[in-house]
């Protein structure tokens, strides 16, 4: 998978995508993400790449122009098949999202900052329109490295058995289950038995009863919504 993301800030980008399993992934060629500074595209020799917002208010708006002269570049490179905007008022990002984006080739990014983008960018040339959550970040930046994260790990060959995406939570509507490791009593508290027990079948059973009523404690909303 190739990941384009365009930012006025990719320094931001940088260090969350270039450790631990975002880097394996890149290391192992299974996926590339190339961020592209925006002033590259900047209308005048300022860099300016926003300006004050028709109808008056505070707050600047990122420019059409040079996005939209970055997005035409950029796809003269690649056939896009998603290009997602970045923003609060966007879809929430899920895990079934995430699984839908790892089947793609070509993911072009963009991150908003400000006020936002020029809403004729969002109608002429976005497809996907993302949140991360309902709160508002400064810019895009770190909810583009999230969703990276989110996608880029589960495409084929990124994880091996141990960090495997299918025992994740959410991956089937239900929370992880606790987790243990040693020592098998720390500070008087135990592992529970079963764990230590090597009976495989019996251990996978409570994992699921462990995590079906995890799932009811903390999030029952999952256990309603078969959408996910
Ligand atoms: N940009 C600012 N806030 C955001 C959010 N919550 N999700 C995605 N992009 C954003």
Known sequence: MHID???????LLESP????????????GLLTVQTHGLRKWA?????????????????MVMMAEPLANAIDELSKERTFDEVIYLTPDGETLTQKIANTLSLKENLLLICGHYKGIDQRI???YVTREISIGDYVLSGGELAAAVLVDAVG???????NDETSALTDSFQDNLLAPPVYTRPAEWRGMKVPDILL???TAKIEEWRHEQA???????RPDLLEDEAL
């Open 5 to 11: 993301i365009i930012t006025v800030l990719p320094e």
């Open 17 to 28: 995508l270039s450790h631990s399993i975002m880097k394996r992934a890149q290391d192992k």
């Open 43 to 59: 209308v005048n020799e300022y860099g300016q790449v926003d300006d004050y917002q028709y109808g008056g208010g505070a707050g």
């Open 122 to 124: 969002r109608e002429h």
């Open 153 to 159: 790990r589960l495409l084929p060959g990124v994880l």
């Open 197 to 199: 027990s090597g009976h």
């Open 212 to 218: 079906v009523q995890r799932t009811k404690e903390k």
